[in-house]
């Protein structure tokens, strides 16, 4: 059964609301966390996606795992504005570790492969694709995100229709964004889409909790000893390692240290992704949707790499 969730548009959203990813700790973390206290290298993936973007509206969600397909993750689906004929479909869905190159290879393959299983059901008829090729999105701040492009024209319900795809691979999910039309309205999609899916990547964020794969380690330094130098504010640059002043454990010196490394220590984590320290998910509200997956031990695997 579809278990699709309806998002109202709600008159008076601003444009171009982004949904925030990260909420201040209830209480600084202190401790160091044990990897035993977690299920496995992920236990969960929060994914938040605005109700807004700079020209469209989130119009619906649905979360796989309520289906019990959790590696088919979720499925936003926007109304580009001025634009109705234009199906934009977003699929953010679990990938693992791998560089990019590999992991948009494999991406790209396990999508050739859908749409011959749509074939073979006959869901699709009479697929023609058109050349693949490299895309770069050009994100906010001059970043950059290099993604891949695979163009398809297909029978569907007695409809010619065209359909570009961009493949995307961020904080261990593949990105799957997909706008389709009329094939008499092709050239709409090529105009609509480098805004769509810039405005979609800045938005949209992934934030997951577990092991993460790592190990926290916390350095004590010495008297005069300096942190290294890849450190800066005595936190790595991945977020996974810390250095802290020989102070007693406990003292008010100590505990602010600690604070104010493993505040930042998070910070550097969700960048990346995942975070093995305390994680408060944002609510729901009028601006952003949260949808939720909770991973098993060896969905992900369950031990930490030194």
């Known amino acids: ?16 609301m982004v949904a925030s990813a990260q909420e201040a700790p ?17 236990d969960d993936t929060w994914i938040i996606a605005p109700k807004r973007l700079a ?12 289906e019990g397909d959790i590696a088919a993750g979720v499925s936003l ?12 479909d977003v699929f953010i869905y679990p990938a693992g570790e791998g560089d990019n190159a590999t ?26 694709w058109g050349d693949e090729a490299a895309y770069t999105a050009r994100l906010a701040g001059g970043k950059k995100l290099e993604g891949r492009f ?27 964004i997909r706008l389709t039309t009329t094939v008499d309205a092709v050239d709409s999609l090529a105009e609509s889409a480098d805004r769509f899916i810039a405005s979609l990547l800045d938005g949209v964020d992934i934030v997951s909790v577990g ?18 130098a890849e450190f800066q504010d005595g936190v790595s640059a991945d977020g996974y390692r810390v250095a802290i002043r020989g102070e007693r454990k406990g003292s008010p010196a100590y505990a602010s240290q600690m604070a104010k490394a493993m505040t930042l220590a998070v910070k550097r984590q969700l960048a990346t992704g995942c975070t093995t320290l305390d994680y408060n998910p944002p609510l729901e509200d009028d601006t952003k949707a949260v949808l939720h997956l909770s991973f098993g031990p060896e969905d992900w695997g369950a031990s930490p790499k030194p």
């Open 26 to 42: 209830a209480s600084p973390p202190f401790a160091v966390p044990d990897a035993r206290s977690h299920r496995g290298v992920i």
């Open 55 to 66: 020209e469209a509206t989130l119009a619906a969600v649905k979360n796989y795992a309520d």
């Open 1 to 16: 059964m579809s278990r699709w969730k309806v998002i109202p548009v709600l008159a008076g959203l601003a444009a171009g």
């Open 77 to 88: 689906r926007y109304h580009v504005d001025k634009a109705d004929w234009i199906i934009a």
């Open 103 to 128: 992991m948009l290879r494999r991406a790209a393959d396990d999508f050739r492969e859908s749409v011959a299983f749509a074939e073979r059901q006959q869901i699709y008829r009479n697929v023609w």
């Open 211 to 228: 092991t993460c794969g790592k190990k926290m380690d916390v350095m004590a330094l010495a008297p005069g000893q300096s942190a290294p």
């Open 150 to 176: 695979l163009p398809i024209v297909f029978d569907a319900q007695q409809d010619m229709l065209t359909s570009r795809t961009y493949l995307f691979y961020r904080k261990m999910y593949f990105v799957k």
